[in-house]
């Protein structure tokens, strides 16, 4: 919207008035009751439009009519920019929480819960140095012997099984199961074996080594939030609100854009848009 508004200096145009008179008093009628003066008359012809192009939403004034200074002349449709706002406002909030968290530095609760890590991880550790128990070593032998007296059993009835199969006595589907059934039972006494190795060998040093490692970072975990955050984090913070209000304050703008205010008071001499039509920058 480009709109001619006419501004009229009443001060200056009461003191060319008072000026002329003195210059112009010896010109008086004969009855005093009129005084014949000249002069100039100072008129403000500005032009107002919009920095930027959109859709009229609404003007606000009329041909004609008297306006005020800083007073409303017309408003684009600013809806997607009113939602930057948001978005940047947002921006800016979440900022300042992360930043002020980092300001209190670390919550007692954080700085238990390391600690507990660390108990945790070091317990670890103690225990695959320590070697497996006498009790464990003993209930894995106990497995291991009741596994190869189930396998001998098992075995025996196959075997048996097996003999009349040839015989045309028992049927395939027996011979099958007692296979299945044997074939469990060595299986179950391979791993009960297993777990007795590993029982009477020991943690393997590989298990130790991840487990230290493991103490090592929960050691530097609670030394990290005992410390606090460090100072170059703080500064990216700050650097990161300041970063968000800049972008607010440039979208506030944009939308600050979106309303147009007469720069003087003065008269509406014309209006060349109506609701709803796009505009340009300077457009008459």
Request: net charge positive.
């Given at each position: 919207m480009k709109a001619r508004i006419i501004f009229i200096a009443v001060p200056l145009l009461i003191a060319v008035a008072g000026a002329c008179y003195f210059e112009s008093k010896g010109h008086a009628s004969a009855?005093?009751?009129?005084?014949?003066?000249?002069?100039?008359i100072e008129v403000t012809d500005a032009e107002v439009s919009f920095k930027m192009p959109g859709r009229m939403?609404?003007?606000?004034?009329?041909?004609?009519?008297?306006?005020e200074k800083d007073q409303v002349v017309a408003v684009l449709d600013?809806?997607?920019?009113?939602?930057?706002?948001?978005?940047?406002?947002a921006d800016v909030e979440a900022a300042e929480a992360v930043l002020a968290e980092l300001e209190a530095g670390t919550r007692p609760e954080q700085i238990r819960q390391a600690e507990a890590n660390v108990e945790a991880a070091q317990a670890a550790l103690n225990e695959l140095l320590a070697g497996a128990r006498p009790q464990?070593?003993?209930?894995?032998?106990?497995?291991?012997?009741a596994a190869q007296a189930e396998a001998d059993r098992v075995t025996a009835d196959f075997e048996r099984v097996n003999n009349l199969f040839e015989k045309n006595v028992v049927s395939a589907q027996m011979r099958d199961s007692a296979r299945a059934a044997h074939d469990v039972a060595?299986?179950?006494?391979?791993?009960?074996?297993?777990?007795?190795?590993?029982?009477?060998?020991?943690?393997?040093?590989?298990?130790?080594?991840r487990a230290r490692a493991m103490l090592r970072q929960a050691d530097e975990q609670l030394a990290l939030a005992k410390e606090g955050p460090?100072?170059?984090?703080?500064?990216?913070?700050?650097?990161?609100?300041?970063?968000?209000?800049?972008?607010?304050?440039?979208?506030?703008?944009?939308?600050?854009?979106?309303t147009l205010k007469s720069p003087l008071a003065g008269v509406v001499l014309s209006d060349n848009v109506e609701d709803g039509e796009y505009v340009t920058p300077g457009m008459p």
């Open positions: 009855n005093g009751d009129t005084i014949q003066v000249s002069g100039n939403q609404s003007r606000k004034v009329s041909e004609g009519e008297r306006i600013c809806s997607e920019l009113e939602r930057q706002v948001g978005v940047r406002a464990e070593l003993e209930a894995a032998r106990s497995d291991v012997k060595v299986s179950r006494l391979k791993v009960a074996q297993e777990r007795l190795a590993l029982a009477v060998e020991g943690p393997r040093k590989e298990s130790i080594e460090r100072k170059e984090t703080i500064d990216q913070a700050r650097a990161r609100v300041k970063q968000a209000k800049e972008g607010l304050a440039a979208a506030q703008i944009q939308l600050d854009n979106g």
